[in-house]
């Protein structure tokens, strides 16, 4: 780097830094198989709140929990299998990806309404503030998981 480097030339490397940690192969794989995991995990919600509407009331409860346990499941699945490639374990990184996506899911809570303040005091985003925070926090939360999962829900000593 020349002495007489600007925002550009700094800018790649910092960049690159930020981003070393993550194999762009991999995580491409991670986000093909977030997709499906996206499709399957609203579509066994929907199925079944539909399915226990008539036997039980609030069945969307009842339908978030169970599939929410097989979502994760199968999430853990598609990522061990086709994105981290890892054997054996399976108990041990089935419970440290339930770790990863349980504190996800709560930094997402506590952040949320945070980001929705800041946005409504700092633009003019009044009905739109939530759906922008929640998109924000997904993105973050997608790099997040990736992380998490690879550094360790399937993090393998080599």
Do not use: D
């Not at 794989?29 to 996206?38: D, E, F, K, P, S």
């Not at 739109?128 to 360790?152: D, E, Q, R």
Request: proline share 5%.
């Amino acid at each position: 780097m020349s002495l007489n480097a600007g925002p550009a030339e700094v800018a790649p490397s910092r960049l690159s830094a930020l981003t070393a940690h993550i194999p762009p192969q991999q995580f491409s794989r991670y986000l093909l198989v977030g997709a499906w995991n996206t499709l399957f995990g609203y579509g066994t919600f929907a199925l079944l709140t539909a399915l226990l509407a008539p036997v039980i009331p609030y069945s969307y409860v009842a339908a978030s929990l169970i599939s929410g346990v097989l979502n994760i499941t199968v999430a853990y699945l598609g990522y061990k299998w086709f994105v981290f490639k890892t054997k054996g374990n399976y108990l041990r990184e089935w419970a440290r990806c339930v770790a990863v996506y349980g504190s996800a899911i709560l930094l997402g809570m506590i952040l949320l309404p945070m980001i929705v303040l800041v946005l409504h005091r700092s633009t003019r985003m009044t009905t739109s503030a939530p759906y922008v925070a929640g998109a924000i926090l997904m993105a973050c939360s997608t790099v997040y998981s990736f992380l998490g999962h690879k550094k360790f829900s399937f993090h393998t000593q080599t």
